[in-house]
């Protein structure tokens, strides 16, 4: 028996905290990922051609895209999770007959739903520049889904070990945003030395922005069924950690 | 099965502190039971561990025949918890946090008892105000009515008077009255003792994590110090009844009566001491001396 009101009130709640602060949750990054794009698309045009045929204007679009989604999805159930257990207000969930698995699904899916959300914003304001009607949409929905997952996944994980606002920052600023920004969204990682192309080949995000152009391009730098088995194995691993850690009540119940 | 909540050998230890140490007692439905104790005595920590917001080092708890550890859902849908802390989620109105707090509990449409609730604690005008805004004692009664949006069978309100005003209070306990009578078994800690005196059938008494007390009241009452008498005299106390004397107060001479026809032997020495009565009161036995003196006596123990 699933406490499926349980599960959808509480989806539904994490979705409205996110979206009743909008402007800062999903119009920020939108706006960020419009201003790297005129930067670099300005100062590298005349550049680089990151593949046949595609400007490294419209080759940036994706990446930054992939990059916003992941750092959103990752923000949402970490600074909610935080937030509650910083406040206290964390009994109001940790009371009601919530299992592990719906407690977990609904700080996921909220997390995945304010991803996409600020992912499909960022191409609508990117899109001017040169990108193309994705040649396989399919793709590019299970890369942009999954990928959020994964982060979504973490950002759970974070916010439930972090006992102070700083911890989470230190988890941003040392693990997500490397992640994120050594991931190929600036470049192929073909153009790289051996060393670092090793180790973005050894970054999840590398196959999510990888696995997501290859949905706009029809090109990328490894096979989409690569990007496919790594991305879908992180989120299975993530996933089941955050489920593990909630059903345990690491952290939340003493 | 008639159990409203069964505490089995519950320890809890957090590090070296043993927060609670074998603890067992039952709270029989319909029940109106205090938990009292000093600061730090284990009562919030007891309460955690029945709504599952600690787990027990040892021992098992059941609400309502069912266990909160193998059978949590059963348990907390059975239970109603007000956490000691004043706690609210500042994005919401009063009104989205009791909806929530419904569908959470598995409950759709809930309007028609949210009203009720909103109502009998005198927030339907705060209704749609965002839980920032409201003051410390409105958001307590938030707290209350979150515990109640599923109906549970049982109640646990941890210090929920503290911080609210007399005329709240009262209301409060109107309330809380009104649902004991209507079935509801009613657990409750409190510092203000006559609050547990007035309310309560049966008071648990704890300290440092033991249960040293588990009486109804009355028997509490009866079976303390027994009563006093203050004394005020035309000359100091006869040499025969300093045994007795407990303490003095503002020029009276306190004196302790094991049984009300002490007194017989006390006017008697007063009068062989050639002294004179210039007042006398008999002092009743409250609930705060009787915790007080179980609280001193079980320090020497
Ligand atoms: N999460 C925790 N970690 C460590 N120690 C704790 C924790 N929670 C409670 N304690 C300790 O356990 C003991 C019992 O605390 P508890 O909060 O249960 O007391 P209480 O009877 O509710 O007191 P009060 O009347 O002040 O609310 C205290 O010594 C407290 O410091
Ligand atoms: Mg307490």
Not at chain 2, 192 to 220: F, N, S
């Amino acid at each position: 028996m699933i406490n499926f009101t349980g599960f959808y009130t509480l989806f539904r709640k994490e979705l409205l905290r996110f979206w009743k602060v909008a402007f800062q949750t999903v119009a920020a990054p939108v706006l960020t990922a419009l201003l790297y794009q005129l930067i670099f698309a300005h100062v590298l045009e005349n550049h680089v051609e990151a593949y046949p045929g595609v400007s490294y204007t419209a080759f940036l679009i994706p990446g930054l895209a992939m990059m916003s989604m992941a750092q959103n999805a990752f923000a949402n159930g970490s600074s909610s999770l935080i937030q509650s257990k910083v406040t206290g207000n964390i009994v109001f969930i940790l009371l009601p007959p919530l299992t592990a698995l719906e407690f977990t699904a609904a700080y996921l899916l909220a997390a995945v739903c304010r991803g996409l959300l600020v992912g499909a914003g960022v191409l609508a304001v990117t899109a001017a520049f040169g990108l193309p009607w994705p040649t396989h949409p399919l793709w590019a929905l299970v890369f942009a889904a999954l990928g959020c997952g994964v982060l979504g996944s973490l950002g759970i994980i974070a916010g439930i070990w972090a006992e102070k606002f700083d911890q989470l920052a230190a988890f941003q600023n040392f693990i997500i945003m490397p992640l994120t920004f050594l991931s190929g969204v600036f470049y192929s990682i073909a153009s790289l030395p051996p060393l670092w192309r090793a180790v973005s080949h050894a970054n999840p995000v590398f196959y999510m922005i990888d696995g997501f152009r290859y949905g706009f391009f029809g090109q990328a730098d490894v096979s989409p069924w690569l990007s496919l088995a790594v991305v879908g194995a992180s989120f299975v691993a993530l996933a089941s950690l955050a489920l593990r850690m909630i059903g345990s009540g690491y952290k939340l119940r003493h | 099965m008639s159990t409203a909540i069964d505490i089995v050998g519950v320890s809890k230890r957090y590090g070296t502190l043993t927060a609670l140490d074998d603890v067992s007692f039952s709270v029989r439905q319909g029940e109106f039971f205090a938990l009292l104790g000093p600061n730090g005595a284990g009562k919030t920590t007891l309460i955690s561990a029945l709504a599952g917001l600690a787990r027990q080092d040892e021992g098992t708890i059941r609400v309502m025949g069912h266990d909160t550890v193998h059978d949590f859902r059963d348990a907390r849908m059975a239970l109603g918890v007000v956490p000691q802390e004043l706690v609210f989620d500042p994005f919401f109105t009063v009104r989205e946090t009791l909806v929530f707090q419904s569908g959470y509990f598995g409950i759709k449409r809930n309007d028609a008892w949210i009203d009720e609730l909103l109502f009998k604690l005198g927030l339907t005008e705060k209704a749609n105000a965002n839980m920032r805004a409201l003051s410390g004692g409105m958001k307590r009664r938030v707290m209350v009515a979150q515990a109640l949006v599923h109906r549970p069978p049982v109640i646990v309100l941890d210090e929920p008077t503290a911080g609210v005003d007399v005329e709240l209070r009262q209301s409060l306990w109107d309330f809380v009255q009104e649902l004991n009578d209507a079935g509801h078994t009613i657990v409750l800690t409190t510092h203000y003792l006559e609050e547990a005196e007035t309310l309560c059938g049966r008071i648990a008494m704890l300290k440092r994590g033991r249960l040293i007390a588990l009486e109804p009241k009355e028997k509490l009452l009866a079976q303390s110090a027994g009563r006093e008498v203050a004394l005020k005299l035309s000359g100091p106390l006869p040499a025969a009844l300093e045994a007795l004397k407990t303490r003095e107060e503002d020029g009276r001479q306190v004196l302790a009566l094991a049984e009300p026809a002490a007194l017989e032997t006390v006017l008697a020495a007063v009068r062989e001491a050639g002294l004179e009565v210039r007042d006398l009161t008999l002092v009743e036995t409250d609930l705060e001396t009787v915790f007080v003196n179980m609280m001193r006596g079980s320090r020497t123990a």
